[in-house]
């Protein structure tokens, strides 16, 4: 945006030819003209016709500097997501953005070298802002590391440009996404579940990820094609799932220590969440093995309604106590257990932000599935940790921002999801 955008700027038009006319420049010693000085007084004594909207014009004051200035004043401050703004994700998909460092590995052996010699392995001329705008894609998925003014190859750049076994570019591709900035945060925001309808998701990226407005669109692509070169869409569903893959143990740390620290000083000490699951087995395992850890990771105390709760009175007194005072909750809808329904609708009346876990979507109500909802997977090996770690997600997402996981009858409530 140049300086002069934005800016109401003042145009001031020359003066008419009929109006300088009618003004001549009076001369020291002039002889007045009889025949002049008579026209004068008649076009004096014969009414202007002026228009009342050049008359309302005319009695204005003429607006000076200082007034343009307050009419810049009074423009709305641009947001972080406004236009204009650097993106910080990579401008090309994972596969892509592997085109550079596939021919360092191929015509020069993998070795060392600079951004001019890399680009003209890959058959350029000479290095240019388009090529430069690539390297960094490169950069950004770790299929290059800067050293000085070298590039060095990375070995998961090695991986998937000459994998060894069937996965390993697929998991290559994996890992470049989890690296990528802002692909990693909305892929680790929805990993699990489906993600939102066309106009909910342009909205959840320049609001809650700050990817700036005329940049969604190519963002979107980055991220569609990134996505499916790295298998992390489902497509065997009702709508398409992000496969969630969890995270290594470093990426855990950093999140969980992050994102703790940050729900610690946000929730007062001694807030809770309520879990509403069936007692039965196997289901009611999980409390002790997935919902109480996921909880004491977001930093609230884990409640249920059983013995915890329950020394005397009405069960139901307490469980509408227990509802009632906890900072959020997390409902396990799978088996489409009655009790758990009843204390969910509970819940909803008192407009409580509220987690919704599903082993499978059938499970979950049709006037439900417009709400973010896990739907974990107890086929992957690693379904128990990842569960844990999205679990923990999604509450701390619930403190940080209530709306997204409260269900409003006016469908004012949380963003909607396409299952």
């Known amino acids: ?21 009618e003004a001549p420049l009076a001369t020291a010693g002039a002889v007045p003209d009889p025949a002049a000085a008579a026209a004068e007084e008649r076009t004096r004594r014969t ?21 343009a200035k307050k009419r810049t004043a009074k423009k709305a401050k641009p947001t972080a997501a406004a236009t204009g703004q650097q993106a910080k994700f990579p401008r090309h998909s994972v596969e892509k953005a592997l085109r550079i460092p596939k021919a360092v590995y191929d015509q020069n052996g993998g070795k060392p070298a600079t951004r001019a010699e890399a680009v003209k392995f890959a058959g350029a ?4 802002g388009a090529l430069n705008v690539e390297i960094s894609s490169s950069l950004k998925y770790g299929y290059f590391k800067a050293d000085g003014q070298t590039l060095v190859l990375t070995d998961r750049a090695r991986a998937a440009v000459a994998p060894q076994s069937d996965n390993e570019r697929v998991t290559a591709f994996r890992d470049a996404v989890l690296a990528a900035p802002d692909l990693s945060d909305v892929y680790n925001y929805y990993r699990g579940e ?28 980055v991220f569609d094609e990134s996505i499916r070169s790295a298998d992390l869409l489902d497509v065997s569903g009702p709508r398409p799932r992000l496969i969630d893959v969890g995270r290594d143990e470093e990426h855990r740390g950093q999140q969980s220590t992050k994102a703790l620290s940050k729900s610690r000083a946000a929730v007062p000490i001694g807030s809770s969440c309520f879990v509403m699951q069936p007692f039965a087995g196997p289901l009611g395992a ?38 009632r005072e906890a ?60 569960l844990i770690d999205k679990v923990a997600d999604n509450i701390r997402s619930a403190i940080s921002n209530p709306e997204e996981a409260i269900f409003r009858v006016d469908g004012s409530g949380p963003e909607r999801q396409s299952h």
């Open 1 to 21: 945006m140049t300086e002069s955008q934005g800016v109401d700027h003042e145009r001031v038009a020359p003066p008419d030819a009929s109006e300088a006319a």
């Open 47 to 67: 009414p202007s016709k002026v228009s009342p909207v050049k008359k309302a014009a005319a009695s204005k004051p003429r607006p000076t500097k200082t007034d």
């Open 125 to 128: 001329q000479a290095l240019s």
């Open 194 to 221: 489906s993600l939102p309808d066309a106009q909910y998701f342009t909205n959840a990226l320049t609001d809650r990820f700050r990817i700036p407005s005329d940049k969604v669109a190519e963002f979107q692509q």
């Open 286 to 323: 999980y409390y002790e093995s997935i919902f109480k850890p996921a909880i004491l990771q977001a930093g609230l105390t884990p409640l249920r309604a059983d013995a915890e709760i329950f020394a005397t009175g009405k069960i139901i007194d307490q469980i509408w106590r227990g509802i």
């Open 327 to 386: 900072t959020v909750l997390v409902a396990e809808l799978t088996t489409k257990n009655a009790n758990v329904f009843y204390e969910l609708g509970l819940a909803h009346a008192l407009e409580k932000p509220v987690v919704l876990v599903s082993s499978n979507e059938q499970d979950v109500p049709f006037d439900l599935r417009h709400i973010r909802v896990i739907v974990y997977d107890q086929t992957d090996p690693f379904w128990g940790q990842k």
